[in-house]
């Protein structure tokens, strides 16, 4: 009995290493033109030396900014860290010969431009590595909205007014 007990404290009383990865996004509302940011985040990580995933959602929504890729992973000098864009989305490849060794760490950031409205899940998928991957929030979402319509009519009038106004001082300078 003194054993089961013993071993019951020793498996509650151990830290858990739960290499957890989690997707979020800068706001989950936007309109066409404005950045969206894209953060894989892990949380108690084990050390390691290969991971890969990748981030689906729907690009004819948004543009991929490969200039805007980074995070721990980017810095470390890996032997292999690519980031790339795919016709579902985004890929992320790491690998490296000694192992990465921070338990906390933003593995991925990197920056889409809204180019159409609609709406869209961002999903972690196909996550590669030699160790077990648990994940708290897989899946997160944005909606892109059009132009409002207030701003596009207020464009229009002042065009209308620079227009009227060019062709009365034209008309001034002729007569």
Do not use: W
């Amino acid at each position: 009995m003194k054993k089961l007990l013993l071993i019951l404290a020793l498996c509650f009383s151990l830290p858990s290493q739960a290499n957890l990865l989690t997707l979020d996004v800068s706001s989950p509302e936007l309109n066409i033109g404005e950045a969206l940011s894209v953060t894989v985040s892990a949380t108690n990580f084990d050390p390691f030396s290969t991971l890969g995933f990748e981030i689906e959602f729907d690009t004819d929504l948004f543009a991929f900014a490969p200039n805007s890729v980074g995070g721990d992973l980017a810095n470390t000098g890996a032997f292999i860290f690519e980031v790339s864009a795919q016709t579902y989305g985004v890929a992320m490849s790491f690998i490296d010969f000694e192992d990465f060794t921070q338990p906390n760490f933003s593995a991925l950031t990197f920056n889409l431009t809204a180019i159409a409205s609609g709406s869209t899940d961002f999903t972690l998928a196909n996550i590669q590595s030699f160790m077990p991957i648990d994940s708290a929030a897989l899946n997160a979402s944005a909606q892109v909205n059009s132009v409002p319509a207030a701003g596009t009519f207020s464009i229009f009038l002042f065009t209308t007014f620079c227009l009227a106004l060019r062709h009365r001082t034209r008309a001034r300078l002729t007569s």
